[in-house]
């Protein structure tokens, strides 16, 4: 299970220099010469780590999946499908040891990662680098035999996909009636857990579970949560549809929301609520409610809620995505072209790749000076408004805005809009 919440002391030495203790350096990837970005709000400074730290690195092992889900981007591509083949994993597994601290390695993408017959050596060989390893999949292939050799391996963390708390709503969004099976698969690997548990230091992996939010399915997330902890799970993601199709743009829950971000990108102009802790119940639970509508910034007991506008969530957590054919990417949502919908325009999604493992090592592709001022602009988000001004012809692909980005033009991502999210 991941750390708590953790706190350093930092001092300032004569010359007014930060120093900060020599294990926060080293989990941020600081080294001497590195930059860090602080920004300062409400008398909090926030630290990014250096755009040259490499934190996580997704890994799609294929794109070929056992399901055929109504969500899913593969049912509006053109794709070639195959498998990450040996030579590309030792290519990464190579170019892995060239970064301190080693980065986590989240094996995931378009499609089902434990589909690849060599998913098990994959986690392994990380796993023997001294890295952390997490996975996530839709459980329906997770047999006692998978079970059992994911946690003799030291799968740190799995991530199960589950989009409803029931049979038939599971099987309107995943197109099969395989819940039944999900849950007595996640049971058996609870009981597994607990076997390996008492003879082991650890119980990994621990569980999470994600959640896909819709029209037709949202009002079983309270259910899903309430099965995912009897499940044993300790983590919940949950994120908005992305909708690649107009039948799937009529389920998003956020026409408000994504024309409301235009004002919440002049922070000063919106309204700050500052709520503390106190008793969820009937009646605070709906003056909450109340003041989230009001489209008020709140901060709940320090946390910020309905915030993350105009921020890559890629960038900030120091990731990389690395496709089955060894592509490299900056996000997952760059791995592949697709189409997806903003009110009723289409917009395409061209893929975008820094280089290919095969070619290059990682390290090569990451320090690369052209890679790293993207993730600068990135950083920095200097990209035209198109997620909610979505105006003119420039908003219909990510090849050009009138800022004069030019390909990835990341203004309609709705990652960057707090909108989708990806464990």
Not at 54 to 79: G, H, Q
Request: overall charge negative; charged content about 20%; proline content about 6%.
């Amino acid at each position: 299970m991941k750390r708590p919440y953790q706190k350093w002391t930092a001092q300032i030495d004569e010359a007014g220099r930060l120093i900060l203790p020599a294990e926060l350096a080293t989990r941020l990837g600081l080294k001497p010469g590195s930059q860090v970005q602080l920004g300062e709000e409400n008398h909090t400074i926030h630290l990014q780590r250096p755009l040259t730290s490499l934190a996580k690195v997704y890994i799609e092992p294929t794109n070929i999946c056992n399901m055929n889900c109504s969500t899913c981007m593969r049912n509006v591509w053109e794709m070639s499908l195959g498998r990450m083949s040996a030579d590309t994993f030792e290519l990464i597994i190579s170019s892995l040891k060239d970064f301190d601290p080693l980065p986590t390695i989240f094996f995931g993408g378009i499609g089902e990662p434990l589909s690849h017959p060599e998913l098990i050596e994959m986690v392994r060989q990380v796993k023997s680098l001294g890295a952390r390893v997490e996975l996530i999949t839709n459980g329906t292939l997770l047999d006692e035999e998978l079970s059992t050799r994911l946690i003799e391996v030291g799968l740190d963390m799995l991530w199960v996909s589950i989009d409803g708390a029931t049979p038939e709503s599971y099987a309107d969004v995943r197109l099969g009636d395989a819940l039944p099976q999900v849950i007595e698969n996640l049971q058996r690997l609870q009981s597994l857990r607990q076997a390996f548990y008492s003879f082991s230091a650890h119980n990994n992996p621990d569980l999470g579970i994600a959640f896909v939010a819709m029209r037709r399915n949202i009002t079983d997330l309270p259910a899903v949560l309430q099965l995912g902890t009897q499940l044993g799970a300790t983590h919940f993601s949950i994120s908005n549809l992305l909708p690649y199709t107009p039948e799937l743009a009529s389920e998003i829950l956020y026409n408000e929301a994504l024309y409301d971000q235009g004002a919440s990108s002049f922070p000063a102009l919106v309204p700050r609520a500052s709520m503390p802790r106190f008793d969820l119940n009937t009646l605070t639970k709906a003056v909450l409610v109340e003041v989230l509508d009001r489209k008020y910034q709140v901060t709940l007991a320090g946390g910020e809620m309905n915030t993350n506008i105009g921020i890559c969530p890629f960038i900030h957590k120091g990731s990389v995505s690395i496709r089955w054919d060894g592509e490299v990417s900056p996000c997952l949502a760059l791995m592949h072209p697709h189409v997806y919908y903003l009110d009723d325009r289409q917009r395409r999604s061209y893929a975008y790749s820094v280089g290919n493992i095969n070619q290059r090592r990682l390290v090569e592709l990451w320090n690369d000076p052209e890679y790293i001022a993207l993730r600068e602009r990135l950083l920095y988000f200097d990209f035209s408004p198109c997620a909610f001004c979505n105006s003119c012809e420039l908003a219909n692909e990510n090849m050009e805005d009138c800022f004069g980005n030019i390909l990835p033009a990341c203004g309609g991502c709705l990652w960057a809009q707090g909108l989708i999210q990806c464990p």
